[in-house]
Protein backbone atom coordinates (compact mmCIF):
# COMPACT_ATOMS: atom_id res chain seq x y z
CA UNK A 1 0.00 0.00 0.00
CA UNK A 2 1.41 3.55 -1.04
CA UNK A 3 -0.87 6.43 0.73
CA UNK A 4 -0.47 9.91 -0.97
CA UNK A 5 -0.48 13.14 0.80
CA UNK A 6 -0.68 16.36 -1.69
CA UNK A 7 0.37 19.66 -0.09
CA UNK A 8 0.85 23.55 -1.85
CA UNK A 9 -2.34 24.10 -3.01
CA UNK A 10 -4.21 27.81 -2.97
CA UNK A 11 -5.15 30.77 -4.58
CA UNK A 12 -3.01 32.71 -6.68
CA UNK A 13 -3.31 35.46 -9.55
CA UNK A 14 -2.92 34.89 -13.41
CA UNK A 15 0.55 35.09 -14.28
CA UNK A 16 1.51 33.28 -10.50
CA UNK A 17 3.07 30.40 -9.79
CA UNK A 18 2.58 27.19 -6.86
CA UNK A 19 4.67 24.11 -6.24
CA UNK A 20 2.34 21.12 -5.35
CA UNK A 21 4.03 18.33 -3.74
CA UNK A 22 2.93 15.11 -3.06
CA UNK A 23 4.96 13.17 0.04
CA UNK A 24 4.38 8.67 -0.33
CA UNK A 25 4.68 6.60 2.41
CA UNK A 26 4.09 2.86 3.06
CA UNK A 27 6.62 2.16 0.48
CA UNK A 28 9.40 3.79 -1.74
CA UNK A 29 7.90 6.19 -4.45
CA UNK A 30 11.29 4.41 -7.21
CA UNK A 31 8.65 1.75 -7.38
CA UNK A 32 6.38 3.41 -8.89
CA UNK A 33 5.84 6.12 -11.71
CA UNK A 34 4.48 9.00 -10.66
CA UNK A 35 1.13 11.40 -12.28
CA UNK A 36 -0.64 14.47 -11.61
CA UNK A 37 -4.23 14.62 -12.72
CA UNK A 38 -6.67 17.16 -12.05
CA UNK A 39 -10.19 17.73 -11.89
CA UNK A 40 -12.26 20.84 -12.57
CA UNK A 41 -15.92 21.40 -11.63
CA UNK A 42 -18.16 19.52 -13.71
CA UNK A 43 -15.36 17.87 -15.60
CA UNK A 44 -13.63 15.09 -15.50
CA UNK A 45 -10.42 13.96 -14.16
CA UNK A 46 -7.53 14.79 -16.87
CA UNK A 47 -4.21 14.24 -16.88
CA UNK A 48 -1.75 17.08 -16.59
CA UNK A 49 1.88 15.37 -15.91
CA UNK A 50 3.81 12.12 -15.14
CA UNK A 51 7.61 10.95 -14.54
CA UNK A 52 8.91 7.81 -14.89
CA UNK A 53 10.19 5.84 -11.89
CA UNK A 54 14.24 6.89 -12.79
CA UNK A 55 12.79 10.36 -13.61
CA UNK A 56 14.24 10.50 -16.89
CA UNK A 57 11.35 10.39 -18.70
CA UNK A 58 8.45 13.11 -18.69
CA UNK A 59 4.87 13.27 -20.11
CA UNK A 60 2.71 16.56 -20.25
CA UNK A 61 -0.34 17.60 -21.29
CA UNK A 62 -0.13 20.13 -24.06
CA UNK A 63 -1.75 22.85 -21.99
CA UNK A 64 0.79 23.05 -19.60
CA UNK A 65 3.76 22.56 -21.55
CA UNK A 66 6.13 25.04 -21.15
CA UNK A 67 4.61 26.37 -18.08
CA UNK A 68 4.76 23.47 -15.49
CA UNK A 69 7.39 20.56 -14.42
CA UNK A 70 7.32 17.43 -12.78
CA UNK A 71 10.05 16.43 -10.69
CA UNK A 72 10.78 13.70 -8.47
CA UNK A 73 13.02 13.11 -4.86
CA UNK A 74 13.03 9.55 -4.99
CA UNK A 75 15.25 10.05 -1.24
CA UNK A 76 12.91 11.93 0.09
CA UNK A 77 9.56 10.19 -1.53
CA UNK A 78 7.98 13.17 -3.04
CA UNK A 79 7.40 14.37 -6.25
CA UNK A 80 6.49 18.24 -7.12
CA UNK A 81 4.04 19.85 -9.87
CA UNK A 82 5.98 23.75 -9.99
CA UNK A 83 3.28 25.44 -12.38
CA UNK A 84 4.43 28.92 -13.30
CA UNK A 85 2.37 31.44 -15.58
CA UNK A 86 -1.10 29.91 -13.98
CA UNK A 87 -4.21 30.87 -16.21
CA UNK A 88 -7.88 30.88 -14.94
CA UNK A 89 -8.09 27.38 -16.65
CA UNK A 90 -5.65 25.56 -14.53
CA UNK A 91 -8.16 25.63 -11.40
CA UNK A 92 -9.04 22.48 -10.27
CA UNK A 93 -8.06 20.22 -7.57
CA UNK A 94 -5.14 18.28 -8.20
CA UNK A 95 -4.19 14.37 -7.43
CA UNK A 96 -1.09 12.95 -7.27
CA UNK A 97 -1.02 8.97 -8.27
CA UNK A 98 1.55 6.59 -8.12
CA UNK A 99 1.04 3.27 -10.34
CA UNK A 100 2.69 0.60 -12.48
CA UNK A 101 1.03 1.06 -16.14
CA UNK A 102 2.38 1.42 -19.03
CA UNK A 103 0.89 4.56 -20.32
CA UNK A 104 1.17 6.78 -17.66
CA UNK A 105 -0.98 9.62 -19.03
CA UNK A 106 -4.00 7.68 -18.60
CA UNK A 107 -5.24 6.81 -15.06
CA UNK A 108 -5.77 3.49 -15.64
CA UNK A 109 -2.32 3.21 -15.10
CA UNK A 110 -2.15 4.40 -11.59
CA UNK A 111 -3.43 1.83 -8.37
CA UNK A 112 -3.10 4.74 -5.49
CA UNK A 113 -4.31 8.15 -5.63
CA UNK A 114 -4.64 11.29 -2.69
CA UNK A 115 -6.85 13.50 -1.74
CA UNK A 116 -6.02 16.62 -3.84
CA UNK A 117 -5.37 19.73 -3.35
CA UNK A 118 -7.00 22.79 -4.75
CA UNK A 119 -5.87 25.63 -6.76
CA UNK A 120 -7.72 28.63 -7.54
CA UNK A 121 -6.29 30.88 -10.23
CA UNK A 122 -7.72 34.44 -10.03
CA UNK A 123 -8.17 36.77 -13.63
Known amino acids: QVQLVESGGGLVQAGGSLRLSCAAS????????MGWFRQAPGKEREFVAAIRRSGGTTYYVDSVKGRFTISRDNAKNTVYLQMNSLKPEDTAVYYC????????????????WGQGTQVTVSS
Open 97 to 112: AAGRGLNIATRSAYDY
Open 26 to 33: GRTLSMYA
